[in-house]
């Protein structure tokens, strides 16, 4: 499902799949849903309105979800792969494997290891 362009209104706002559902081979939705929360929290603890809470949450959040919805896009069709996309998968992810697993998985933190600070105020 790809993202859905506006979540919110002056007075309503949608969060986790409703908003951008990832694949569920991508093991990240649930995760996503969690960030936004305390995204969202944040916001309207922040902002002295919903609208413009709502518009912050939206700002801070798309770029992340909407770089992870297509990585996961991309992670389910290469588990789907045709004969030549085989491959290359099984050549490829070794090496990825490998690599994430020599640098103490940091090439995989951007996904993984992503820390939100809940005390900072959102501006
Ligand atoms: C097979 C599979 C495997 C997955 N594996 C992972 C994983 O390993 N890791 C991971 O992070 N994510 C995984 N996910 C994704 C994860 O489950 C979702 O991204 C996550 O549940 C989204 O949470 P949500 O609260 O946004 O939506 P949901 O969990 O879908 O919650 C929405 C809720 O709203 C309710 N609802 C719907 N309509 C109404 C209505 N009109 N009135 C009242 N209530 C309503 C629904 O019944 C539901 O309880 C997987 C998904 C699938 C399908």
Not at 73 to 96: N, Q
Request: charged share 25%; aromatic share 4%; hydrophobic share 45%.
């Amino acid at each position: 499902m790809p993202v859905v362009r506006n979540w919110h209104n002056d007075r309503m706002v949608i969060i986790g799949d409703a908003a951008h559902a990832t694949a569920p081979s991508s093991g990240q939705g649930a995760s996503m849903a969690l960030e936004d929360a305390v995204i969202l929290a944040k916001c309207l603890r922040d902002r002295t309105d919903t609208a413009s809470a709502f518009a912050a949450f939206t700002e801070l959040r798309r770029d992340r979800v909407e770089r992870i919805v297509k990585h996961g896009a991309r992670a389910a069709s290469e588990k789907a792969a045709g004969p030549v996309g085989r491959v290359i998968r099984d050549t490829i992810l070794p090496i990825m494997f490998s690599r994430a697993a020599k640098d103490g998985g940091r090439s995989m933190s951007w996904l993984q290891g992503h820390h939100i600070d809940f005390a900072e105020p959102v501006g």
